[in-house]
């Protein structure tokens, strides 16, 4: 099975840029679950109630929310925020 890329856009390479070594170490582990497979991994990824097409992948307090785009093969990480706040700019 071919790889996925992960793409970060403009907010969500902000926040991982901002942050601190241990999360962004913490961050690309997430991200290398996601090029193996974007769509399930037991605990950490979900796809998102009522937000067509969109997933999210847990890492403690934070979540990065993405879609994926199958034909391309590519993940593109829209947010990185606290599991608090993600919430919030989705709605």
Known sequence: MAKFEVRLHKRALKYYRKSVEKTRKALTEDFTLLEDNPFYYPGKIKQL???AGLYRIENACLRSVYWI???EK???VILILPRGDVYKKLD
């Open 49 to 51: 109630k009522g937000h």
């Open 69 to 71: 785009d199958p034909k």
């Open 74 to 76: 590519i993940v593109h």
